[in-house]
């Protein structure tokens, strides 16, 4: 559990690690242990990696494994003199490091200037058009109806008359959608998911979030179920959008209780799951790293699509091969010219994000729903811990000092 002799007997032999992988952070996040995952995965190989970053204190840059962490505000500094800084970095480095965005806006940054990139990088190079695609809600939603995957029913108000009309036939709880990631960080209010029980909390919450003339909710069908009826998958398609890496998992527990991302997780093989998303994203010529969600609906045996990110997920070691292979390894070998081993998928083999996990117990705990006895046992069977590397401990006690000074609350970021 967080030791290095672990991580030598479980590591993927990869040949040549020589070629250096850059970490493209452009939302402003100090926490991200997605990325910080990449930079130990990748620098336990060998790897070198270097993390630009928009915050002087995100934590991924206290990691012993990153070379050197790069300060750069994307919002400030905006495209083109983020291409030039990037470029700059390539040319110090004196070789085409792999480029890998880790969080919605780096991706649709390298999507739309990946012709400026390629002289200096190597990434998948994904179309805007298609990151656009997968990323917007609503234009998911179409895809998913065009490509016969199932997915929950929505409606797309443009103006608060068709929120009233809407009311007249709800059914309650209904989920309210940011559709564009983009928008969403514009919005000083505006979240990405939230669930409401009532007409007046669904206005509330429309009149909060919506900006008038610029309509970015969606108001979805809820889909009943606990934490365990979500399922996740995670990816690497190559330059023909073929599969070489591609593992299904299952949500335990998450934080928020009801719409957050995973704080325990296990890892599941779903051959459904598994089919509807390499079809999806063969039709639409996908390529590159892939992170996705479905939810299981039990009053028509159906796994639907519920949201998609075209980048690494923050879950990512969650879904893992033999020998710990994951898709960010995947990637590197694939794009650096080398085989990938064959793996068979590691199921039932649980991750964990311990903060996370703690404070979605407390939760549980005040209704009488789950025993401590039973939250302990249920990580007794946890391979690998988010934040606690004894081989690299700086990041996990900065982020414990952060939680004991200031409190989850203040801490607590939107991840991957």
């Given amino acids: 559990m967080g030791r290095s002799d672990r991580y030598d007997r479980e590591r993927v032999r990869i040949p040549d690690t020589r070629t250096?992988?850059?970490?493209?952070?452009?939302?402003?996040?100090?926490?991200?242990?997605?990325?910080?995952?990449?930079?130990?995965v990748l620098g336990r190989l060998g790897v070198p990696v270097y993390v630009i970053q928009e915050h002087p204190w995100s934590l991924v840059g206290l990691s012993r494994y990153v070379r050197r962490p790069i300060v750069w505000n994307y919002a400030e500094a905006g495209p083109e003199r983020t291409v030039g800084r990037l470029l700059e970095l390539a040319a110090q480095l004196q070789t085409r490091p792999i480029l890998v965005a880790v969080d919605d806006v780096a991706t649709r940054f390298s999507a739309e200037n990946h012709s400026a990139l390629r002289s200096g990088f190597v990434f998948p190079e994904q179309t805007p058009e298609?990151?656009?695609?997968?990323?917007?809600?609503?234009?998911?939603?179409?895809?998913?109806?065009?490509?016969?995957?199932?997915?929950?029913?929505?409606?797309e108000p443009q103006d608060r008359q068709d929120v009233l009309q809407f009311l007249d036939t709800a059914?309650?709880?209904?989920?309210?959608?940011?559709?564009?990631?983009e928008l969403l960080s514009q919005r000083k209010n505006a979240r990405s998911v939230t669930i409401v029980n009532s007409a007046?909390?669904?206005?509330?919450?429309?009149?909060?979030?919506?900006?008038?003339?610029?309509?970015?909710?969606?108001?979805?069908?809820?889909?009943?179920?606990?934490?365990?009826?979500?399922?996740?998958?995670?990816?690497?398609?190559?330059?023909?959008?073929?599969?070489?890496?591609?593992?299904?998992?299952?949500?335990?527990?998450?934080?928020?209780?009801?719409?957050?991302?995973?704080?325990?997780?296990?890892?599941?093989?779903?051959?459904e799951v598994e089919a509807q998303t390499r079809t999806l994203m063969k039709a639409i010529g996908y390529?590159?790293?892939?992170?996705?969600?479905?939810?299981?609906?039990?009053?028509?045996?159906?796994?639907?699509?519920?949201?998609?990110?075209?980048?690494?997920?923050?879950?990512?070691r969650l879904f893992r091969g033999s020998e710990g292979l994951d898709v960010i390894q995947a990637m590197y070998l694939d794009l650096t010219g080398q085989p990938i081993p064959p793996w068979t998928p590691r199921t039932g083999s649980k991750w964990v994000v311990e903060p996370d996990d703690i404070l979605t117990y407390l939760t549980y705990f005040r209704d009488g729903s789950l025993p401590f006895v039973e939250w302990l046992r249920s990580l007794a069977d946890v391979e690998e811990w988010t934040w606690l590397a004894l081989d690299d401990p700086l990041p996990a006690l900065v982020r414990a000092a952060m939680l004991l000074v200031r409190g989850p609350g203040q801490v607590r970021q939107p991840v991957d």
């Fill in 20 to 40: 250096p992988v850059v970490l493209l952070k452009a939302a402003r996040r100090i926490l991200n242990h997605g990325t910080l995952a990449a930079a130990r």
């Fill in 130 to 155: 298609v990151v656009r695609a997968v990323s917007n809600k609503r234009d998911l939603f179409h895809l998913c109806k065009q490509h016969d995957i199932p997915t929950p029913e929505m409606i």
């Fill in 171 to 181: 059914t309650f709880p209904v989920v309210i959608k940011s559709s564009d990631p």
């Fill in 200 to 271: 007046d909390a669904l206005l509330s919450a429309y009149d909060e979030m919506e900006v008038p003339g610029q309509p970015n909710l969606m108001l979805q069908e809820y889909i009943p179920g606990g934490s365990d009826s979500i399922w996740m998958f995670d990816g690497y398609f190559n330059h023909d959008s073929e599969c070489l890496f591609g593992v299904a998992g299952q949500k335990i527990r998450q934080y928020p209780r009801r719409t957050g991302p995973t704080s325990l997780g296990i890892c599941l093989r779903n051959a």
């Fill in 287 to 316: 390529r590159g790293l892939l992170d996705l969600g479905y939810r299981y609906d039990a009053r028509d045996g159906k796994y639907k699509l519920l949201d998609v990110n075209a980048r690494l997920g923050a879950t990512f």
